[in-house]
């Protein structure tokens, strides 16, 4: 059974930092394409970073470029979204997704993937 477990999200003020965290069972991150989708109240799902199978290829979305930085460690099997100079607007529920069926250096930036974390919360606010 597939499981992305997302953690690591929260209140911040503008300008501050956060980490996110996916913890994949069922699944192994290193064979498969993942991305960090996110979606805030009233708006649609937007598809923020993603990275390939091989890892070589990581893609961001321009709302975000240069402030996240996406990274994968396949000794934990874990995910991450490192977060900084964050903004209200980054202000969404952030979403772990996965897929085996992608090729090795594709990673698509949108909602199409078949495997998904319950997502966290975050809040920039001051």
């Known amino acids: 059974q597939v499981q992305l477990v997302e953690s690591g999200g929260g209140l911040v003020q503008p300008g501050g930092s956060l980490r996110l965290s996916c913890a994949a069972s069922?699944?192994?991150?290193?064979?498969?394409?993942i991305a960090w989708i996110r979606q805030a109240p009233g708006k649609e799902r937007e598809g923020i970073s993603c990275?390939?199978?091989?890892?070589?290829?990581?893609k961001y979305a321009d709302s975000v470029k240069g402030r996240f930085t996406m990274s994968r460690d396949d000794l934990e099997n874990k995910a991450y979204l490192t977060m900084s100079s964050l903004e209200p607007e980054d202000t969404a529920i952030y979403y772990c997704?996965?897929?085996?069926?992608?090729?090795?250096?594709?990673?698509?930036?949108?909602?199409?993937?078949?495997?998904w974390g319950q997502g966290t919360q975050v809040t920039v606010s001051s």
């Open positions: 997704v996965g897929d085996r069926d992608f090729s090795t250096n594709y990673c698509p930036l949108n909602p199409l993937y078949n495997y």
């Open positions: 069922g699944f192994t991150l290193r064979n498969s394409t």
């Open positions: 990275m390939s199978k091989s890892g070589e290829r990581i």
